[in-house]
C-alpha cells in the first residue's frame, strides 16, 4: 500500500479467471514531520505527531477537530490522536467520530481464515478501500532472476488494468499450479483406470474442475513465458528454461485437457499421453519452486544447488507427479504442497509494504501463515476467522458490541467528557 501522505505536513481460493503477478514493491516510506511551533523538552527538536488516517492521502487534523469542522469527536478518537500510534479509519468516518466502539486497524497484518466464497472478506474489508489487500485467488510469478522479475512486472501492469492498485496477489503461481497438477494427476488415474470412467457419476466433475483450474493458469503461464522470450538481458537460462519446459509440457496435450475440462470423450491412449506431459511439468515446477542459487564450480556437478533443499517432502511431491501415480484427491495434496505455497505467501507478503495488510487466505493454510509469520519475527499478525470477526480481533473488549460495551458501562455514543481537551 502505498504510505499515506500528510496533507498539512503536521505529522508522522477464488477461479482464475484472474491472475496477476506481484505487484512489486511500494515507494520507500516518506519521513514524518514535527508539527510546527510544539516543542518536546526546552532545546529539544519538535515532537513528531502521528495521525489518524482516513484514507490513502488524508488524516484528522487536530486544528479541524478544535474548530468542529469534523463535527463530534469522542473521546475515542482525542486519544487515538494523542497516541504514539497510528490508527486507520474506515471511508468516510464522520458519521463515527463521536462513537466509542468505532471501527479502526492498525499497522498489523490482519490474517483473513476463510471458506472461500462465504462473502466475509468483502463485508469486513471494503469499508477499508485504502488499505493494501493481499488475495489468495491472485497469482504472483517467481521473480527470482532478472527476466523473470521484467515479466512478472509486465503481467502485473497487464492483468490490474484499471482495477484497484492496492491489491495484490498472495499466492504464486508455480507453487498453486504444481498443487493443481499433481490432484489432475491422482484424478485421471481414477479415470484411467475406469473408476470415473464416465463424466455423468461421481468424480466426473472432479476431474473436469482440475482440468479447467490447470488449463486456466496455463493460459496466465504462457502469458508469462512469452515476456521472458522477449528478455536479452538473461545469461543464465536454467530458471527460464523450466519456465518453458512447464508451458511446453501443458500445451502439448492441451486438447486432451480441454476435452476432460468439458466432459467430452477421451480414450486410454490421450489419458496416458496428457499424465506423461503433466509429470514433465512437474519435474520442471519442483525445480523452480525450489529457490536455492545455482552452484558454478566444480562441486556443481554432485550438489548443483547451494544450501539445504527448501522442497522438504521432495520424494512424496515427485511420487504423486508420476504418470503411473495412484488416486489421489484435491483434499489429499493440499497439506502435501501447502508448505510450498505457504512459503511464497510469506514472500508475497513481505514484498507488499508497510502494514496494515490486509490478507486473504483459505482457512486450511492459516495455521501454517501464521507459524511462517512469527518464524519471521512478525508479532504483528492477527487472526481473523467466522469465530473471530475482524472488530473482534481487534480489541477483544471494545470490539465485541455495542450490548457488551453498554454492560460495561460505556455507552456507544455517551462517553466519558475528555476534560482535558475542551
Not at 7 to 17: D, G
Not at 38 to 44: D, K, L, M, Y
Not at 320 to 340: N, Q
Request: with cysteine; proline share 7%; glycine share 8%.
Amino acid at each position: 500500500m502505498p504510505e499515506p501522505t500528510h496533507l498539512h505536513q503536521e505529522s508522522a481460493e477464488v477461479s482464475p479467471q484472474r491472475l496477476p503477478a506481484d505487484a512489486g514493491r511500494g515507494p520507500i516510506a516518506p519521513l514524518p514531520l514535527p508539527v510546527i511551533g510544539q516543542r518536546g523538552s526546552a532545546g529539544s527538536l519538535p515532537t513528531i505527531r502521528r495521525k489518524v488516517f482516513t484514507g490513502a492521502n488524508s488524516t484528522l487534523k487536530d486544528s479541524d477537530a478544535d474548530r468542529g469542522v469534523l463535527g463530534p469527536i469522542g473521546s475515542k478518537v482525542r486519544s487515538m490522536m494523542k497516541s504514539e500510534d497510528d490508527y486507520f479509519l474506515p471511508d468516510n468516518p464522520r458519521p463515527l467520530l463521536d462513537q466509542y466502539l468505532l471501527p479502526f486497524v492498525e499497522r498489523k497484518i490482519y490474517l483473513f481464515g476463510e471458506t472461500h466464497g462465504d462473502g466475509s472478506w468483502g463485508a469486513q474489508t471494503d469499508k477499508y478501500s485504502y488499505v493494501t489487500k493481499l488475495r489468495e485467488g491472485l497469482k504472483g510469478f517467481a521473480e527470482n532472476t532478472e527476466v523473470e522479475r521484467g515479466a512478472a512486472e509486465v503481467m502485473e501492469a497487464q492483468d490490474r488494468g484499471n482495477g484497484p492498485d492496492v491489491e495484490r496477489p498472495l499466492e504464486d503461481m508455480g507453487a498453486y499450479l504444481l498443487s493443481r497438477i499433481l490432484a489432475l494427476q491422482g484424478y485421471l488415474a481414477d479415470v484411467a483406470s475406469g473408476g470415473v470412467g464416465a463424466y455423468d457419476v461421481k468424480g466426473g466433475s472432479d476431474v473436469a474442475q482440475e482440468a479447467r483450474e490447470v488449463s486456466a493458469c496455463l493460459d496466465r503461464y504462457v502469458g508469462f513465458v512469452n515476456e521472458m522470450a522477449k528478455s536479452k538481458t538473461e545469461s543464465d537460462l536454467r530458471r527460464p528454461g523450466s519456465h518453458f519446459e512447464v508451458a511446453r509440457a501443458l500445451k502439448a496435450e492441451e486438447s486432451t485437457m480441454m476435452k476432460i475440462a468439458n466432459k467430452q470423450p477421451t480414450d486410454a491412449k490421450q489419458i496416458s499421453a496428457l499424465r506423461r506431459e503433466l509429470e514433465v511439468a512437474s519435474t520442471a515446477l519442483i525445480e523452480l519452486v525450489d529457490d536455492r542459487p545455482y552452484r558454478d564450480n566444480i562441486f556443481g556437478s554432485f550438489f548443483p544447488r547451494v544450501g539445504g533443499d527448501p522442497v522438504t517432502n521432495r520424494s512424496q511431491i515427485e511420487a504423486m507427479s508420476k504418470a503411473s501415480a495412484p488416486t489421489a484427491t484435491l483434499e489429499a495434496v493440499v497439506p502435501v504442497t501447502g508448505p510450498l505455497r505457504e512459503k511464497a505467501m510469506l514472500r508475497h507478503i513481505r514484498k507488499a509494504g508497510r502494514a496494515p495488510l490486509f490478507v486473504q487466505v483459505g482457512r486450511a493454510h492459516l495455521p501454517g501463515l501464521l507459524e511462517r509469520l512469527k518464524a519471521d519475527v512478525r508479532d504483528d499478525a492477527v487472526e481473523v476467522t467466522s469465530d473471530l470477526p475482524l472488530d473482534t480481533a481487534i480489541n477483544p473488549t471494545e470490539g465485541t458490541g455495542v450490548a457488551e460495551a453498554k454492560a460495561e458501562g460505556k455507552d456507544d455514543r455517551k462517553e466519558p467528557v475528555d476534560t482535558t481537551l475542551i
